[in-house]
């Protein structure tokens, strides 16, 4: 089993930064990949960016691109979801996943994720 406890949501004005957290425990994560997604109310839970534990090699989607870092600190077995030039669009509850990648294992599909954390709201004000 892994658990998964997101951090570091909250309110911010559009243009201002935030720095998400997911503390990983349970199990050696280095053969996993973490994953990012958020849902709006109302909308799909979307895809936003996912990092494999092994080497650090990230993957954002397009909507994101440049305003989203996606880091992992190895020693605190915790993943950080960095975003910039917040906008008001971006709001929504930010979810961290976590799969060790075997079978036909798509970094964007949620379904393919085994373990969740409860997620952390995140909202931007105009």
């Known amino acids: 089993q892994v658990q998964l406890v997101e951090s570091g949501g909250g309110l911010v004005q559009a243009g201002g930064s935030l720095r998400l957290s997911c503390a990983a425990s349970g199990r050696t994560l280095s053969t996993y990949a973490m994953g990012w997604f958020r849902q709006a109310p109302g909308k799909e839970r979307v895809f936003v960016g996912a990092?494999?534990?092994?080497?650090?090699?990230?993957y954002y989607a397009d909507s994101v691109k440049g305003r989203f870092t996606l880091s992992r600190d190895n020693a605190k077995n915790t993943v950080y979801l960095q975003i910039n030039s917040l906008r008001p669009e971006d709001t929504a509850v930010y979810y961290c996943?976590?799969?060790?990648?075997?079978?036909?294992?798509?970094?964007?599909?949620?379904?393919?994720?085994?373990?969740w954390g409860q997620g952390t709201q995140v909202t931007v004000s105009s």
């Open positions: 996943a976590a799969d060790d990648m075997h079978g036909s294992f798509s970094y964007s599909r949620a379904a393919d994720y085994d373990y």
């Open positions: 990092i494999r534990w092994r080497g650090g090699t990230t």
